[in-house]
């Protein structure tokens, strides 16, 4: 196979996949390792892909966030929007309804406007389980590893915790949403949970700001078609092709 036939079939294979593997050029070519390293050497001086250890990665691949911020720093950030969204979301909980409300700041914003004390409430936020109490809501907290950057119960244990609730309705925050890698987290324990959360959850909502959309973590939790985002005024109408969308201003 000539040359300019390998970087055709590779620049195809990373514009489809985004992130191509070493190992898997090798076979999906029938070539030498050598050889593959030269062509991404090639291509990747020619500004056509961003070579990296063990394979290659398209020039638009999103960069991804690995590191949680502390929950002090994220609280005052798009306050506006996030209470739009945390005012409505609180709006969706009945009288029968059995609620998981996720730790993050949007979802403890949520509290302040709950004004349905007959739902049953469950959430892994130390936070928001005392302002629940304090608003006189029937409330359990989930065992496990406590997180001090974000506040959160996570781990092993408090997925065990999880799994004996079936909720009507989940409240989940977010550090990404992305049409192809759905919503992210950078944290594999926290991701764990949410994970368990979401499948526990008939009816499920993102609360996500505009800040989020276009962002990736290094973990998925769940793709974008299983839940419906509650945003303000969304610009990129594409997100809207994938989910529901409940855009708070138009509401």
């Known amino acids: 196979m000539l040359s300019e036939e390998r970087h055709k ?24 390792e050598s050889t593959i390293r030269r062509d991404l ?25 690995t590191v949680d911020d502390i929950v002090e720093n994220r609280q005052n950030l798009n306050i506006s929007e996030k209470t739009k969204i945390a005012a409505y979301a609180a709006s969706l909980i009945k009288d029968d309804d059995l609620v998981y ?11 302040d406007f709950i004004s349905n004390t007959k739902a049953i409430f469950v959430t892994n936020g130390i936070v928001h389980a005392r302002e629940l109490l304090k608003k006189n809501c029937t409330t359990y907290i989930l065992g496990g590893e406590i997180k001090l950057s974000t506040e959160a119960i996570v781990g092993a244990e408090t997925v065990n915790s999880l799994r004996k609730y079936n909720f009507t309705k989940g409240f989940f925050g977010t550090n990404g949403v992305d049409i192809k890698r759905g919503f992210t987290t950078p944290d594999m324990r926290e991701a764990m ?23 990736v973590s290094s973990i998925t939790f769940a793709e974008i078609k299983e839940a419906q985002i509650i945003t303000t005024n969304l610009d990129n109408n594409n997100y809207k092709k994938e989910t529901e969308i409940m855009e708070v201003d138009s509401l």
């Open 41 to 65: 050497t090639a291509l990747d001086k020619a500004g056509l892909l961003r070579k990296v250890h063990g394979g290659a990665m398209s020039l638009n691949e999103k960069v991804i966030n």
């Open 193 to 215: 949970v949410k994970e368990e959360a979401f499948y526990r959850s008939k009816n499920k909502f993102v609360l996500c700001d505009k800040s989020k959309f276009g962002k």
């Open 101 to 111: 409300i996720d730790a993050g700041t949007t979802t403890e914003l949520m509290i």
């Open 9 to 32: 079939l590779i620049l195809e294979k990373i514009d489809k996949e985004s992130v191509v593997y070493l190992n898997d050029l090798v076979q999906y070519l029938n070539t030498s």
